[in-house]
């Protein structure tokens, strides 16, 4: 019995030999963290402490055709229904580009340039300002989010982006973006458009048209957005932004940036600023930022303001 152990393990190991000739790579890697975020008097936030753990788990190999198929899964309870996060699957097909099915970032969303030393543009970090659009939000991502197909590839010096949800109740969603960086050297402009049809009867159609250009430890970033209800009464929003970065040294970066969103049938604009840092020290990394909002939910002298502290470590 032994003998015939021995001998059908050695045909089996012959067959993956004479038809397999990739390598396989895994690897993970973590992070942990906290924050201490505070808000306006008269808002419930509850405990103003959070804490943050992740491990990404990743892995990669080649087949015969010389393509590189990627695949990782991030770790981090991130709802009541997933104990994960981000999820992709790759092929990198070389010259002709690279296939993707993602459940985070998804592939073709207009893309703004703007940034910001805490990670996330201002508007994204108060609260009641959700009720403006300052961005194009593209294709549903993210935990519990919608499943994606995406193609990039880079064509004359054009780096292009496709982005395809399937199957959406209302209709399937798509978006392209295209960005270019050879009209001078530190200068970016891109261009995205996105159909939207998820709960919406007639879809959302959205454009961004956005730039950033970047001089030593300086760059700076703009972005023009409209959301169009294609409703006969429907909702559409416009907003302009711009941010300045720099970059003191190799661990401290500053920014500032700031967002206006004008709404149909209000009479205020939403307006978004934001004064942000981090440093970065090794592994950790320490980032706060301040950001007030006037005229939040596009109710005249309503203001909203949001402060944070965070503190991370990566392994």
Known sequence: MDKLRKIGLTALAGTFAATSAQALEMSVSG??????????????????????DSLTFSGSGETDQGWTISASIEAD???????????SLTVDMGDAGALSLKQSGAVGTPATQTSSAYGSVSHSLIAAAGAGVHTADGLGSGTDGDTNIGYTNTIGGISVAIGYTAGITG????????????????????????????????????????????MGGITVGWHDMSADDE?????????????????????LTVSYDTSTSDKTGTAVDEEVT?????????????????????????????????KAVAISWSF
């Open 31 to 52: 992070s942990a963290g906290f924050t201490f975020a505070t808000a306006d008097n008269d808002e419930t936030t509850g405990n103003r402490f959070s804490f943050g």
């Open 77 to 87: 309870g991130a709802s009541a229904n997933n104990y994960y996060d981000d999820r």
């Open 171 to 214: 209709g399937s969603d798509h978006a392209i973006n295209l960005s270019y960086s050879d009209l001078m050297d530190g200068l970016t402009v891109s261009y995205g458009m996105s159909d939207l049809n998820s709960a919406q009867a007639s879809g959302t159609e959205e454009t961004q048209i956005s730039a950033k250009y970047s």
């Open 231 to 251: 409703a006969a009464s429907g909702t559409d929003y416009d907003a302009r932004a711009w941010s300045v970065s720099f970059a003191v040294n190799d661990d």
């Open 274 to 306: 934001s004064i942000q840092a981090s440093y970065t020290m090794g592994s950790m990394k320490i980032k706060g930022h301040v950001s007030k909002a006037d005229n939040s939910n596009f109710v005249s002298g309503s203001e909203d303001n949001a």
